[in-house]
């Protein structure tokens, strides 16, 4: 879809080619540098006053999200050594994003001294088990019996742990204060991207809105680390777009 947009956002400009795309910018950066003076003298128009005052809430959300980051980190940190490794009764080598141990945050956790990060059990597949479970058939030999009422024995007792051992993360998430800090970062982070998309869907008209719209999906781009590709890779296309546009309109007035 990004590229799509910038397609069709270059075949409704007049044909341009690289040089003269340079020649356009150029010709907009001059112009964007005498907007100060010619608005004095009314001659010349200002960047869009929406796109300008969006660009400046960009420093403010930004740090609203890396506060709710640092507050997790110190969450995680004051909290690390009363965080209850999974009894190794329901963990098994070798887990992966889906099943893999998790600290208080939520971060995959790497037990000192071993390769890989272990799996757990998740509980509801135990239930499952257990509710499922089916006697052996009426002539089963006693030891095929024995075996099925040893298996269900540890099925049952490792459901017990697994239940103890989720009540006993829950509430030390919820104690810590973690899934409050959890939420807020949610919401700085939405508030980030919403107001990001704003600044990218304004109309630009000169440099200094090109500017701004650069300096919002960088903004972006630090402030997640790049966990958000899809969302960049909209915005780049937009950005794109804003400046092909510019680009030819200096062109043409050259």
Known sequence: MPNTTVRAAAEGLPAINRRRMLFGLAAASTAAAAITAASAAGCAPVEN?????LGNQLPEAAAEYRAALEEIEWIAAEWKHRWPL???????????YIDGERDIAGRLLKRPGEEHVRCIRDVRNLAAIVATDRPPRHNASDATRARHAN?????????????????QTTRLRKVSGMDLAKARVAAAKKSLSDLVT?????????MEGMLIKAQAVTTFNKAMARKYPLDGELWAAQLAASVLQLASEGDASA
């Open 151 to 167: 298996w269900l024995a540890r099925a049952k007792r490792e459901l017990k742990i697994g239940k103890l051992y989720k009540v």
């Open 49 to 53: 006053p929406e796109l300008v005052r």
């Open 198 to 206: 704003a600044i990218m869907e304004q109309p630009g008209t000169t």
């Open 86 to 96: 999974a009894p190794d009764e329901i963990t098994m080598p070798r887990g992966n």
